[in-house]
């Protein structure tokens, strides 16, 4: 685990500190950090709600009060299924840089016009725009952590269609999958 951004939270005497509405939780980190968000705007900044503290299944298959009622494959996302960059935008929205359409006001895809956030299917790009400048140094490599769709991109491995989980284990340990 490491410290992030731990100014916004701590004054300098250690105590906790109410942060700016701008660099709050809710406006830079929620997106990526639980399911089900939802934003709402208050004098104070941003109220939300959301229905796990986490990456929980609706992330990656979208909602599923349709399949809990009746489980089948028809009525649940599987991002195998999806276009090839589609499904590999299930993993790039949070292992990713970018900001919010149409204003950046988050650090994570987010439609502010209709204030929903990014819908499993449709392209990334409605609800994110990539910073190249801000994430790559002047050689175009990573500079910082959950970049790794950005540099995806860049990869032989991209052109070859290869998805994030043809390697990776997308429901838990280990890492990789096993060979
Ligand atoms: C981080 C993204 C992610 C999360 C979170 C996630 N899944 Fe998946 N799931 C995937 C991917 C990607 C596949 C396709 C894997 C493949 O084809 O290799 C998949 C496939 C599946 C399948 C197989 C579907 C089929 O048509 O055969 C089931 C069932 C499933 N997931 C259920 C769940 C459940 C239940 C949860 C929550 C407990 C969950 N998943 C959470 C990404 C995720
Ligand atoms: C909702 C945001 C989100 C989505 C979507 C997501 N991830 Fe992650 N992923 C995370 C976070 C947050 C962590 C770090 C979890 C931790 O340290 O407890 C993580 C960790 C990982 C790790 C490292 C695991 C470890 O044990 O060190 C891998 C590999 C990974 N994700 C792959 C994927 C793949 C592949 C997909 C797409 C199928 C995906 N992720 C989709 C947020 C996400
Ligand atoms: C664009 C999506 C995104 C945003 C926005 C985001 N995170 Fe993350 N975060 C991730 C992913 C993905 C990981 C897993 C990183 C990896 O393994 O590279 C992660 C990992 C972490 C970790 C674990 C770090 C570690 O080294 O174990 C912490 C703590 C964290 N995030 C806190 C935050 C805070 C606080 C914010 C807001 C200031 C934030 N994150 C904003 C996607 C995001
Ligand atoms: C060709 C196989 C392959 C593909 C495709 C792939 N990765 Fe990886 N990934 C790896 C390997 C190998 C590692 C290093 C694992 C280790 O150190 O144990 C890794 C490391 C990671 C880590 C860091 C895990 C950690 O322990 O810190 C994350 C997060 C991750 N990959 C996410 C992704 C995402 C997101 C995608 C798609 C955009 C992706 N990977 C595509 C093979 C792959």
Redesign the pocket.
Known sequence: ?????LQ??YDQDCGIKEPDPA?S?EA??????NTGLELKKTDKGFESKYSELNTGCEKCHGAGSMHVNSPGKGNILNPRKLAFERGLEVCG??????TSVPKGL????WDETANKPYQLGEPLSKYYTLKPGKWADSAGHSRQ????WVDFLRSKHFTGKIHCFDCHNAHGDPVLLSL
């Open positions: 685990m490491v410290p992030y951004n916004n939270w660099n939780f830079k980190c929620a997106g990526c950090h929205q949070c292992h990713s840089r970018g988050h650090d994570y895809p952590h959950h970049q790794q």
